[in-house]
């Protein structure tokens, strides 16, 4: 059977592209010796479409049988991503055939290079197709909901392991270019199949690269060769604008450079960006403002439950000037009235979610105010998911859900799956510690629906997730959508 796997290894590699067939007995050996297999008789018969995930496990089930690697999901992911190695070609040839694309299209470099992502198992696709996801009908536009299952959880062996392994500054994070090709250890992920398209981003080294979660179509990863902490200025809108200049089928953001309202690695420039239009960029302006001494910008305040100024031209300087102005306004404003600091006690509150899209000859910017300020009613953070919604979102609001999708936690799945048994049955919601933090929820949303049974029960609490992360998203807007918010969001702007 592991000889069966291995020529089925390689024919994945000949039908994907990842080798030629001047590379198989290359390829076949480097196996062989990673598995240390002296003996090999290649199997007679021939395999098409071949399905990766259990060739691997099978490759992987003789690795614990032969006390190559230990049984639990570290170690085979560890394991398995040095099999794909022996796939992967080196950097440079990847980069030449990237840029070589690029100058038919940027478009057709980009499907090459993310087609390669995950034909090399770097992104596993069969991991995100666990994801569950659905679209959610919002006052704001249909939002995407997502229930992320494709990180695995680690066992308590690899846990252990961890904590006792020597502590490496190598690499320093895990966006560091040194990556690219490392073998990993426990508390690190392997990426020998893992390679990255050098790009200059406003006159500066960068990467590009995929990100192996990718929670929608091409999400990728944009970092800065050196590491060095993020940080939201002027610069960082000439690099959005840059790349989406590049590259104008992507999009382009950052997530804040402040704790709570920041999330992702704040100690390593990056943005996030991809080939997809979330809804946010779909929502209308519905406000048209004037930015002082940028009269013939096009500007206005978005139909969003976040707090949103949308700056658009054709003239990326004057969009970069236009940013960089409000950011400095921004950071250094305070209206007590509307419960906006700028500090207390020397922090600073007051920062900005950024993202940058291309439509036609036209850059676009998106400003998204965010205030980090906690108090003892809210130690969280003021502008972050209340209490009540902690059922069902609590992780800090980072671009990717500013932008219309929640990325919920993996526990959901089975307490959304008790719910619907529970509802169904007529139980007790309180009598179960899976379903006893939605129950008030639930009692709330069900008296909305006088038939609910197998036939719909799922639809019905799929939408009402919808719902609570749309409130979400107003918890986490400055500026709340009522007639005093609005009023409020308009003293800023001309403040301005």
Avoid at 54 to 67: F, I, R, S
Avoid at 272 to 299: D, N, R, S, T
Wanted: charged share 30%; aromatic share 10%.
């Amino acid at each position: 059977m592991t000889m069966t796997a291995i020529k089925k290894l390689v024919t994945y590699g000949l039908e994907t592209g990842l080798i030629e067939k001047e590379d198989v007995f290359y390829t076949t050996n480097a196996l062989l010796e990673t598995l240390k297999i002296d003996e090999y008789e290649e199997p007679a018969e021939e395999f098409h479409d071949v399905e990766l995930e259990p060739v691997l496990a099978e490759l992987l089930d003789y690795a614990c049988e032969k006390g190559l690697i230990e049984d639990g999901i570290v170690y085979r992911d560890l394991f398995d991503t040095k099999l794909m190695a022996k796939l992967v070609t080196r950097p440079s040839e990847i980069i030449r055939k990237f840029w070589s694309l690029y100058e038919k299209s940027p478009e057709t470099a980009t499907d090459f290079y993310y087609k390669f992502s995950q034909d090399t198992d770097y992104i596993r696709r069969y991991r995100v197709k666990r994801d569950l996801k659905w679209k959610a009908e919002t006052p704001y536009g249909e939002m995407d909901i997502t229930i992320n299952l494709s990180k695995p959880e680690k066992d308590p062996k690899a846990i252990a392991a961890a904590k006792l392994a020597k502590q490496s500054g190598y690499p320093k994070c895990l966006l560091c270019a040194e990556n690219e090709g490392y073998a990993g250890r426990v508390n690190h992920p392997a990426r020998q199949n893992h390679r990255i398209i050098p790009i200059t981003v406003n006159g500066k080294p960068w990467g590009l690269q995929y990100s192996p979660y990718v929670y929608y179509n091409e999400h990728c990863i944009v970092l800065n060769k050196e590491h060095t902490p993020m940080q939201i200025n002027r610069d960082a809108f000439c690099k959005l604008l840059d790349f989406v200049r590049q590259f104008p089928h992507y999009f382009l953001g950052s997530n804040a450079d402040l704790p709570i309202v920041g999330g992702s690695i704040l100690s390593h420039d990056h943005f996030q960006g991809g080939h997809y239009e979330f809804a946010m960029a779909k929502a209308p302006v519905e406000e048209k403002v004037v930015i002082h001494g940028f009269e013939h910008l096009e500007a206005g305040i978005v139909k969003w439950p976040m707090s949103v100024i949308r700056l658009r031209s054709e003239d990326t300087e004057e969009l970069i000037d236009a940013a960089d102005k409000i950011l400095k306004a921004w950071r250094g404003y305070t209206d007590e009235a509307a419960f906006v600091f700028a500090e207390t006690d020397g922090e600073p509150h007051n920062t900005i979610t950024p993202i940058a899209r291309k439509r036609g000859e036209v850059y676009e910017l998106d400003l998204v105010l965010r205030n980090n300020i906690t108090t003892e009613e809210h130690p969280l953070g003021v502008y972050h998911p209340h209490a009540g919604l902690h059922h069902i979102k609590k992780e800090n609001i980072g671009l990717i859900e500013v932008m219309g999708l929640a990325v919920l936690p993996a526990r959901l799945k089975g307490e959304m799956e008790k719910l619907a048994e529970v509802i169904l049955a007529g139980g007790d919601l309180r009598a179960d510690e899976a379903t006893k933090k939605h129950a008030d929820w639930a009692e709330e949303f069900l008296k909305r629906y006088p038939d609910v049974n197998a036939g719909n029960v799922h639809d019905i609490i799929r939408k009402e997730i919808g719902s609570v992360f749309s409130q979400v998203l107003e918890d986490a807007g400055v500026y709340k959508r009522t007639p005093e918010g609005k009023a409020a969001f308009l003293r800023f702007i001309e403040s301005l």
